[in-house]
């Protein structure tokens, strides 16, 4: 980023400056950007509105932040309350810790999320990791989900691999080579495409009450436990303790342990 001839931004108590380039920006109070911000470094504690696009090396945001155009960025640090009215770019990691709207959508190599956060549009990224609640209402693509909390996805979610311990609901298909789910709560899917696939009760008195709703799954190697399904299909099949499935259709082997209930069988 050509920032040598810029100058700093320093901004404190109720502050406002027009965009343009500079080398640091250092935001505190209540600070209001009229325009696009281009700089090395954006700093901000306090409540800050940006009327346009940011695009900076590192950005760190502690407090409320409203940025209402796209933000482009090295790596950013987000602490608190942010909106991004635009497409969120990030090409090393993107950390999220609060509560964070991405209306238009993200792709960042790493992105980190802690807290609550929502997703309008599209999110791409070689790992995603959830350590909260994370709503990605869109197509979703990755080569690694690792999720310790609440995913609600709303549309294609594909993957290399995916790990979900907690709740998990999905309106469309996750598509996955290695996927792993050990449910803590009340869970939904459309469908499930997959290699490998593991998915196991969790721990605790309730544990059995916690069941995953899927219509359809389709993989080579499956193992199920507190599963109801419509159909299951694969290679190899195991139903395990707490599933009902409607239809098992296999190829090679298929097993049932005690307490699975299954309508129909087939060899395919």
Known sequence: ????????LH??????????????????????????????????????????????????FHGKADVFGDVAAGSADIHGSMHISGLCHVQKTLRMHGSSRLQNGVHAEVIHIHGRTHVGAGCVAREIEVRGVAQLTKDVRAERIDCNGVLRLGGLCEA???????????????????????????SGVQEIGCTDLRIER???????????????????????????????????ITVGHGVYVERVEYREEFKRQHGARVGEIVQL
């Open 1 to 8: 980023m050509q920032t040598e001839a810029a100058h700093d």
């Open 160 to 186: 290399e691999e995916f790990l979900c311990r907690g709740q998990l609901h999905s309106s469309g298909l996750i598509n996955a080579e290695k996927i792993y789910i050990r449910l803590h709560a009340k």
């Open 202 to 236: 969790g721990h605790g008195f309730f544990a059995r009450r916690h069941k995953l709703v899927v219509d359809m799954i389709e993989g080579d190697h499956i193992y199920v436990e507190n599963v109801v399904a419509k159909r299951i299909r694969g290679n190899r």
């Open 11 to 60: 901004l404190s108590g109720n502050g406002s400056a027009m965009g343009g380039i500079y080398r640091m920006v250092h935001l505190e109070g209540l600070s209001t950007i009229d325009g696009d911000l281009v700089c090395e470094q954006c700093v901000a504690h306090g409540v800050v509105r940006v009327h346009g696009n940011l695009r900076t090396e590192t950005a760190a």
